[in-house]
């Protein structure tokens, strides 16, 4: 149980596009879905947290409008980087944490590796 | 404020054990134990709740003092399944984010 998945796995685009990341909890609802960046080598850094039907609260330094994040439903978010730029280049990693207990775990997906040209 | 891990880095050969500490300069809530293969997401080990909690699965365990504000996960008889980089991530409420420690790569031998 508590399975997420990633879609894409991985994604090249060239600089200005947008890329749309979608992040799905498949036997579980996430209450609380989280969005990280991680560079290599280093550790996973916190980009945004999202709660199903509000809007994502982001940490500071990163760019409401640039990563946008819709939680719609219960089982569903979405990232997407607009106007990608050789920088956003990085492995995006979601997870998720639902209710069915109280320890707060987060449950990550396989993570979506990002190139920008 | 990002919890410290050490060692940065450990080498094993296949069945000798390790530790690896993970301490915060905050009061903690919970602690979570992460292990990350290369090129993949990271994979839940265990959590350590307030209250002096320890834990172990098959042949890696936890303990986690809050009042030192740090947890150590130890690795016993390891195998070479265990290498990977480990991961803490502390919690200073219920309901609250994780923040991540840089990290501990550990790579096992034959």
């Known amino acids: 149980g508590a399975v997420v998945s990633q879609h894409p796995s991985w994604v090249i685009c060239k600089s200005g596009t947008s890329v749309k990341i979608e992040c799905r909890s498949l036997?579980?609802?996430?209450?609380?879905m989280f969005w990280y960046r991680q560079f290599p080598k280093q550790s996973l850094m916190l980009m945004a947290t999202?709660?199903?039907?509000?809007?994502?609260?982001?940490e500071q330094g990163v760019e409401k409008d640039k990563f946008l994040i819709n939680h719609a439903s219960l089982t569903l978010s979405t990232l997407t980087v607009t106007s990608a730029h050789p920088e956003d280049s990085s492995f995006y990693i979601c997870?998720?944490?639902?209710?069915?207990?109280?320890?707060?775990?987060?449950?990550f997906g396989p993570g979506t590796r990002l190139t920008v040209l | 404020q990002q919890p410290v891990q050490s060692p940065q880095a450990v080498i094993l050969r296949e069945g000798e054990d390790a530790v690896i500490n993970c301490s915060s300069s905050?009061?903690?809530?919970?602690v979570h134990w992460y292990r990350q293969k290369h090129g993949e997401a990271p994979v839940f080990l265990m959590i350590?709740?307030?209250?002096?909690e320890q834990k172990g699965h098959d042949k890696i365990s936890a303990s986690f003092n809050e009042k030192k504000q740090q947890s150590s996960l130890y690795l016993t008889a390891s195998q070479l399944s265990y290498s990977g980089t480990y991961f803490c991530?502390?919690?200073?409420?219920?309901?609250?984010?994780?923040?991540f420690g840089g990290g501990t790569r550990v790579l096992v031998k034959p």
């Open positions: 997870s998720g944490r639902g209710s069915w207990d109280n320890t707060d775990t987060q449950y």
């Open positions: 999202s709660n199903e039907g509000s809007k994502a609260t982001y």
């Open positions: 036997d579980f609802q996430a209450t609380t």
């Open positions: 905050k009061a903690l809530y919970s």
């Open positions: 350590l709740l307030k209250g002096g």
């Open positions: 991530g502390t919690e200073v409420a219920a309901g609250n984010k994780l923040t």
